[in-house]
């Protein structure tokens, strides 16, 4: 029994992709095809994955039907967290997606899943991206405080909801926690943010998160040991639509 993760599926099968500018280059083509192969080497009927946002394009519910049934075909148990892409998922019904779902998928907002003695935790978080304001050389001499203004209340809501995860597990009973993000803990700005003292608060010994895709995006954030957590990136095509195993 193992527990593995992985972001970025950006599956359409039945939408239209909207960004085709962010997902090219070799490690794209077929990715669907090579994501199934290596669930089937790598996961077994007993093993856990999550899924850590940007599962499908579609637009609602209905467009995304395909790619939910796709994911529902992988291997083992899945656990699904938002991304910003996820358009089909409202925050408010999540309970209607998991009467849909269950048992094949959970959806993991406001709640925690488990795994052994974890507790698994999360929510979509968010963090500024600009617009930076460059010099010559490419360094960032300033940026958009309005738009940085407007992300910091987006990042309130989504602590928000992490610590409504973590206070459930902690109500309960659990210890320890693996906490999944979909956006990174940190922009290229920040040494430390909400994020990752909230990581440090509860004890989370792993944090895992996507969003960063494209290999000038690689290392946008924070990997490997920092503060006493452990911090991975989980996007598909980082991991080269491999499952990264995150406990055994």
């Known amino acids: ?3 593995y993760a992985i972001g970025d599926l950006h599956l359409h099968f039945q939408s239209e992709l909207k960004a085709p500018g962010q997902l090219h280059g070799r490690v794209w083509k077929n990715h669907e095809e090579k994501f199934r192969k290596n669930c089937a080497k790598q996961i077994t009927g007993e093993d856990t994955l999550v899924l850590v946002g940007d599962h499908s394009w579609g ?3 209905a467009e995304c039907e395909e790619d939910l049934q796709y994911i529902c075909d992988l291997p083992g148990r899945k656990i699904l967290t938002r991304g910003n892409h996820d358009m089909f998922w409202d925050v408010k019904k999540t309970e209607r997606l998991n009467d849909l779902y269950r048992p094949r998928l959970s959806f993991l907002q406001n709640s925690y899943e488990t795994y052994q003695d974890y507790a698994l935790v999360g929510t979509k978080g968010y963090t500024f991206e600009g617009p930076f304001y460059l010099d010559r050389r490419g360094r960032i001499t300033g940026w958009d405080e309005k738009e940085e203004a407007h992300a910091g209340k987006l990042v309130e809501r989504e602590l928000q909801r992490l610590r409504t995860s973590f206070e459930l597990a902690g109500a309960d009973g659990y210890r320890k926690f693996i906490m999944f993000l979909h956006y990174p803990p940190t922009n ?3 040494e430390r943010s909400g994020f990752t003292d909230m990581a440090e608060e509860y004890g989370a010994e792993q944090v895992i998160y996507a969003h960063c ?3 000038s995006r690689f290392h ?3 990997q490997g040991e920092y503060r006493g957590r452990q911090y991975h990136l989980v ?3 980082f991991l080269q639509w491999k499952p990264w195993k995150v406990l055994d």
């Open 59 to 61: 637009r609602n519910l």
């Open 235 to 237: 996007s598909g095509d």
């Open 188 to 190: 290229i700005l920040e």
């Open 1 to 3: 029994m193992a527990l």
């Open 220 to 222: 946008d954030s924070i």
């Open 213 to 215: 895709h494209g290999e």
